[in-house]
Structures are given as structure tokens and as C-alpha cells.
């Protein structure tokens, strides 16, 4: 019998090297490195890390996904974007940037379509459904969700 702890390091070695968690740090900071305004637009995908000798720091560049308009607007801000990033991590390990063109977030840029009101009879119905709810905090979460599952089944 083994410990656990010697099994779960081998199989998640290669998951959760430094190289993913690394990743994972520029993308939970992503609104801070880029600005709120782009970083709906662009989103980090990949780090590329190069072997310097032994005892050396690897420098690593990271790869964005954008589209050719906001690609141009990164490019002026690329010096800027380098130094937030790597005062992320408080070293200068990070030091190129690449644009590659590919389609990064749009979801936010999709309109979600308005759904209309329930009906009088559908309002009296959740209503009297929950005239036993006496919390008024519980009712009124009770009736949100309900005006979304109806609304829901009409689409």
C-alpha cells in the first residue's frame, strides 16, 4: 500500500505543471492585464516556454487569440500588456507577446433576445403556487425562478 499523494503527483505532473497554472494566474488577472474592454475580445491561449542552460530561468512568450481589429489596438498597448503581466507574477519571465487570429470570446458580444412577460393567468398561477411561502426573501426568489422556467417553456 501506497500513499495516495505519490500516485495523484505523477498523474497530475503533467496537468498542473507550472506551465498551466501559470495560465491559469493570466487568466483569472486577464480584466487587469488587458482592460475590461478587451478582454471580452481577446483571451490568452497558449505560453511557449524556451530552455535557457541549467540554473537559468525559462522566458516564455504567450500567444492571444483576437481578431484582426483588436489585434491592432494590442499591438500599441504590447509593452504595457508585458509589464502587467509580469508584475503578476513579480518577474520578468514573460517576455514576448504573439497575436494569432483566430476567434477568441464572443459571447459577449451576442444579444440575448428579449422574452416577453408572463401572461395575467400565468402570474396568478405562481402566485397562488406559492401563497404557502411566508419569507419574503424565499418567496421572491421562488418567483423569479418560476417567471424564468415559464417564460423558458414558451421557447
Not at 79 to 87: A, F, H, K, M, Y
Not at 90 to 96: L, Q, S, T, V
Not at 133 to 142: E, F, N, T, V
Given at each position: 500500500m501506497r500513499p495516495v499523494?505519490?500516485?495523484t503527483r505523477r498523474v497530475t505532473g503533467q496537468s498542473f505543471s507550472r506551465k498551466y497554472i501559470s495560465l491559469g494566474r493570466i487568466l483569472s488577472h486577464w480584466d487587469d492585464v488587458v482592460g475590461k474592454e478587451l478582454a471580452s475580445k481577446a483571451q490568452p491561449v497558449k505560453l511557449h516556454y524556451k530552455k535557457?542552460?541549467?540554473?537559468?530561468?525559462?522566458?516564455?512568450?504567450?500567444?492571444?487569440a483576437v481578431n484582426g481589429a483588436e489585434a491592432t489596438?494590442?499591438?500599441y498597448q504590447k509593452?504595457?500588456?508585458?509589464?502587467?503581466?509580469?508584475?503578476i507574477f513579480?518577474?520578468?519571465?514573460?517576455?514576448?507577446i504573439r497575436f494569432v487570429s483566430m476567434p477568441s470570446n464572443t459571447q459577449g458580444s451576442r444579444l440575448k433576445k428579449a422574452k416577453a412577460p408572463l401572461?395575467?393567468?400565468?402570474?396568478?398561477h405562481l402566485s397562488s403556487l406559492l401563497d404557502s411561502?411566508?419569507?419574503?426573501?424565499?418567496?421572491?426568489?421562488?418567483e423569479n425562478l418560476g417567471e424564468a422556467l415559464l417564460t423558458e417553456e414558451r421557447t
Open positions: 499523494s505519490e500516485a535557457r542552460k541549467e540554473g537559468a530561468k525559462p522566458d516564455a512568450s504567450l500567444d492571444i489596438l494590442l499591438h509593452d504595457l500588456i508585458l509589464e502587467r503581466l509580469n508584475n513579480g518577474e520578468r519571465w514573460i517576455n514576448a401572461t395575467e393567468a400565468e402570474k396568478k411561502i411566508s419569507d419574503p426573501d424565499i418567496r421572491h426568489k421562488l
